[in-house]
């Protein structure tokens, strides 16, 4: 176990990821290299200002570990870039395309007229047609992005996040003898080698909690818990993914979908893959959905409550809810967590991430300060000193009434 930045941190507050653009944040990569965006003097400075002012919004907020949004994923339908930032990056990959109905997948499949039907017809997937491979001409540069978002933040640490490799897969298709069309064994581990050689560029750079999201062993057991020898093949995927990182805090993020904030299932459980992500996984943290489900699988965690290695992350707020909570509702909702999770295994965060084209800024901010303010009303009860919240400080409040400004406002009439 590599605690580092939540050693000795009694209820971090953190958020999942990304978060909404500024409204004058229009820059895009479009599968450029970020070294080359960077020679363009209007893309370098959206890009650094963009990064230093996500860090600032969630260091007002009160989070203690921050995130930089995922600034570097363009802003396309539904987040597709969330996926296609590595797969536009990495050899051999080519010619984007709509997926034809034989090769959709039918948990990809919805009825016309619905959102979900319009997002999943939308995004354009690329063909595999050699051996996929990172390329060093085209680097995912995370490093890079990484110290942009970091020496923006100052000592508060930042959390770099990544979509997992082996969930890439799920939507590729073979055209080359280098794969079998049915059997993505060889795809998953050669983009797990692909990803790991960057999270290990990103590591040595000094990033201290590396986030990798959405290894899909949660959804194969779920809805495919028969193809046992298939979800053991993906753990090891996913470790060799992460080899390496022996010195970083390692998040494994997982909920059930995020496109525009839209909840892709309905029957969405834990139950079967709790023993692989607490017990299989290398990682030092698991991040759950719990808001969104009204916290119904908390118990699940009871067999394991006095055993945890892991430390978990519960969604205290959802990022599908247009409500800013107030910090007594998110207290409670910590509270409910309590008698399966010890405190100093808990962590607060949101269900999933905010910039998935859905929310914006204004909201995801209010949403945010909700859970520090929360998270010391329980360390109150907890006999523990609450920690700072710039945006809960009264007298760094923008709006003040004129009643506390006499020198240049008006005297209230009353």
């Known amino acids: 176990m590599a605690f580092t930045v939540t050693k000795d941190l009694m209820l971090p507050a953190t958020v999942t990821g990304s978060w909404p653009r500024p409204r004058w944040y229009t820059a895009n990569l479009w599968g450029r290299p970020l070294d080359t965006a960077m020679m363009d003097p209007w893309f370098r400075e959206q890009f650094t200002d963009a990064h230093a002012i996500v860090v600032s919004d969630q260091a007002r907020a009160g989070l203690d570990i921050l995130t930089g949004g995922d600034y570097h994923l363009d802003e396309d339908v539904a987040g597709r870039s969330w996926h296609h930032y590595p797969l536009q990056r990495w050899k051999g990959l080519e010619h984007e395309e709509l997926q034809s109905e034989r090769t959709r997948s039918p948990l990809l499949s919805y009825p016309v007229g619905t959102m979900l039907d319009s997002i999943y017809k939308t995004w354009r997937w690329p063909r595999v047609v050699g051996r996929v491979e990172h390329d060093p001409k085209n680097p995912l540069e995370y490093a890079k992005i990484w110290r942009i978002a ?53 590591a040595a750079s000094g990033c201290k909690v590396i986030q990798v999201e959405e290894p899909t062993l949660h959804f194969l057991a779920r809805y495919h818990p ?28 997982t ?30 943290v698991w991040t759950i959905e719990a808001t969104e489900n009204n916290f119904r699988e908390l118990s699940l965690f009871s067999p394991f409550k006095n055993s945890l290695k892991k430390k978990i992350a519960v969604g205290v707020i959802s990022h599908r809810t247009l409500q800013a909570d107030f910090p007594d509702v998110i207290a ?34 209010y949403k945010t300060v909700g859970i520090p303010v929360a998270r010391n009303i329980i360390l109150k009860e907890l006999g523990m000193e609450p920690r700072y919240v710039p945006a809960a400080d009264e007298r760094l409040a923008w709006d003040q009434l004129p009643d506390y400004e006499p020198f240049t406002h008006l005297t209230p009439l009353r």
């Open 150 to 202: 970091q020496q923006a933040a100052g000592g508060t640490p930042v959390k770099f996040g990544t979509c997992s490799a082996q969930v890439l897969a799920f939507f590729l298709d073979s055209h080359t003898p280098d794969y079998t069309l049915d059997d993505k064994r060889q795809l998953i581990w050669d983009m797990a080698e692909a990803m790991n050689l960057e999270l290990r560029q990103l």
């Open 332 to 365: 409670e909702r910590i509270r409910r967590c309590l008698p399966y999770i010890p405190a100093d295994k808990l962590i607060l965060s949101t269900d999933c991430g905010f910039g998935r084209q859905g929310f914006n800024r204004h909201l995801a901010f």
């Open 255 to 284: 909920c059930w979908g995020n496109p525009n904030m839209q909840k892709v299932f309905s029957d969405e459980s834990y139950a079967a893959s709790m023993e692989i992500y607490l017990e299989r996984l290398k990682g030092d």
């Open 226 to 253: 028969e193809q046992k020898e298939f979800i053991d093949f993906l753990v090891e995927a996913f470790n060799r993914e992460v080899e390496g990182l022996d010195d970083v805090e390692i998040w494994i993020h």
